[in-house]
Structures are given as structure tokens and as C-alpha cells.
């Protein structure tokens, strides 16, 4: 049994990742703000839910101790939730990182593992790109993400493991949803307006299913420290065109659903590979984009996503607006 210490466990993965570890066995402590609603998790004997924020220093030292493990998924996420409010999402991304590592260390903490994102490649003309690769993040938030990979390697030692993630787009159904994202963006304008909007279209989007990224964490979490330690994974499933992904959403929502082309400032574009953790640790995906899009319209005609084109509690951006977060 593993005493995992979970930062932003009631995010979008979190919320499907703290059942799948309580279910086999650990004990879990969340740390989150939990501003999209605590309701996303369970009770649990084994589960301790804090309503904190990861700038507390003090709070954050105070739950440390006893712990065995820290997956660290708290921050504003996606580029442009971060361009809400970029001094804010340097608070969050980047400052509170490196003491909550040197105070991990000091903790005992056996493992660290770090969800940076996949957007730190930037723009990249390569077929598969992969960790060995220059970053060239475009925005403060990938640039933020890449700082911090650099910040947990240097801290790592034979006694205090630390590995990075950089997970393709999540995608498909969680108990804490988030609809501001391409696949589920596209699945909801789908379900609801019949049409959607592909902006670009040529843009490539790696994307994993939700399900996967639970257990690419799981596969990090069992590793032998020899086999991550300082090490950086890729991953993701399948690198489709935005416009790749539209036509998937269309075949699953209904051939009805209209596809309306506009032009697009973002000009991200990256085809990644997850061969690394493939070879090195076992890991592949089992689910697919097809699927996430399934569990998706499932969730919207039984009612488990209500309100999904206007309540806030989906939208990053929105939220963090009306709560005026600071």
C-alpha cells in the first residue's frame, strides 16, 4: 500500500485517477481548491480530502509527512485558461514548484511524479516527436511546465525519484468534466448543435483517453526507481488533424452534424511519440479517441453532463472568471 499525496486530485484526470487508486489499495490525500465542486470525489475510509490551495506553503509542508508518493497534477491548465491571467498562472504553475519539491524531499517522499504536457514541444515538423527533442514552448504556460521539468531533475537523488509526464490532450468522460478541450469541445457542440466549428483543421492534436492517462500513472507509480529516475515520458495514442478528430465526432454523434471550417490563430502542431514509455515501462494505450467520443454522447443523453453548452463548472476560463480567482 502506497500513501499517495495528490495535488489537484479534483481536477478533470483526478477525478478518475483518486477512485482507481483508492480501489487498489492506497491511501490518498487531495490537495485542491476544488473551485469546479468537491462533489467529483467520493468518500472513502482511505481518502482525505483537503480544501487548500498549493501556494500555502505551511499547509502544503503540514501534509507531507507519512506520505510515500506525490503526484503533483495542480495548475491552471490548457494555454489558454493560463492566458486568463498570466501572473496568476505563474502563481500557480511555477512559483509554489520548487519548495514543493525540496519539501517532498525532505519529507521522505520516495516518488515525485510531475504532469508536465505535451504542448512544451511547441511547433515541430518532425512525423514523431519524441523527449530527446528541443522544446520550443510557445506559450508562458508550456515555457512554465518546461522550467519545472528542469527544476524536479535537478533534485533528484538515489533516495528521491522524480519523473516527468507530458501527457497528449486528455479526452472523453470524468466525473470532474472539462469541455474546453478539442475532442470534448467537438463532441458537445456536436451533440447539441448538430455542427461544429474546425478551427484550422491541418493542426495536429495528440490525444489520450482518460482512461490510459489513469493508467500511465499507475505504470509510473509501480516502475523501478532505475527505470524513471530523471527520466521524461511521452504520452498519447493517436496523432490526428483537428479536422481528423471532427469527422470522428461526426461519425459517432450522427452524419447529420454539420462541419464549418474558420480560420484559426493557433497554429500549434505537434505529432508525438510514446514509443519510450512503450519500450521502457510496458505502457500502451488501450482506448481510443472513437471511444472517448462514445463515453461522451453516452454521458450527455443520460444526463450525467447537465447544462453542458452554459454551466461554467465545464469551462476553465469561465470559471475561474466568475470566482474572479486571484
Known amino acids: 500500500m502506497k500513501k499517495i499525496f495528490i495535488t489537484g486530485g479534483g481536477g478533470y484526470v483526478g477525478s ?5 487508486l483508492l480501489e487498489a489499495g492506497n491511501e490518498v490525500t487531495v490537495l485542491d481548491l476544488f473551485i469546479y465542486g468537491s462533489e467529483v470525489l467520493d468518500t472513502h475510509p482511505n481518502l482525505r480530502i483537503v480544501e487548500g490551495d498549493i501556494r500555502n506553503q505551511d499547509l502544503v509542508k503540514s501534509l507531507l509527512p507519512g506520505q510515500t508518493d506525490v503526484i503533483h497534477l495542480a495548475c491552471i491548465s490548457n494555454d489558454p485558461s493560463f492566458e486568463l491571467n498570466p501572473n496568476l498562472g505563474k502563481s500557480i504553475n511555477l512559483d509554489p514548484f520548487e519548495p514543493l519539491v525540496v ?4 519529507a521522505g517522499i520516495s516518488r515525485f511524479i510531475y504532469a508536465s504536457s505535451s504542448s ?3 511547433i515541430k515538423e518532425e512525423s514523431d516527436v519524441h523527449e530527446e527533442m528541443s522544446l520550443e514552448p510557445l506559450t508562458d504556460y508550456s515555457r512554465f511546465k518546461a522550467e519545472c521539468e528542469v527544476i524536479l531533475n535537478s533534485h533528484v537523488s ?8 507530458r501527457p497528449a490532450t486528455v479526452c472523453g468522460y470524468a466525473r470532474r468534466q472539462r469541455l474546453d ?5 467537438l463532441t458537445n457542440q456536436a451533440y447539441h448543435s448538430r455542427k461544429v466549428a474546425v478551427l484550422g483543421g491541418s493542426q495536429l492534436r495528440p490525444n489520450i483517453h482518460i482512461s490510459d492517462m489513469v493508467r500511465s500513472y499507475f505504470f509510473l507509480l509501480d516502475a523501478a526507481p532505475e527505470l524513471v529516475n530523471g527520466q521524461i ?6 496523432n490526428k488533424s483537428v479536422m481528423e478528430l471532427a469527422k470522428i465526432v461526426q461519425e459517432e454523434v450522427g452524419l447529420d452534424v454539420a462541419i464549418e471550417v474558420k480560420p484559426s490563430t493557433d497554429n500549434r502542431s505537434y505529432h508525438i511519440s510514446s514509443e519510450k514509455i512503450r519500450r521502457v515501462l510496458g505502457f500502451s494505450t488501450v482506448h481510443s479517441i472513437r471511444e472517448a467520443v462514445r463515453d461522451l454522447r453516452s454521458a450527455l443523453e443520460d444526463g450525467r453532463l447537465p447544462n453542458s453548452l452554459t454551466d461554467d463548472k465545464y469551462f476553465n476560463i469561465k470559471k475561474m472568471q466568475k470566482i474572479g480567482l486571484e
Request: hydrophobic content about 45%; cysteine-free.
Open 16 to 20: 478518475a485517477l483518486v477512485p482507481q
Open 103 to 106: 519539501n517532498s524531499k525532505a
Open 120 to 122: 512544451v514541444y511547441g
Open 158 to 165: 538515489s533516495s528521491f525519484t522524480g519523473v516527468t509526464i
Open 181 to 185: 478541450v478539442v475532442v470534448n469541445i
Open 233 to 238: 515520458f511521452n504520452a498519447g495514442d493517436e
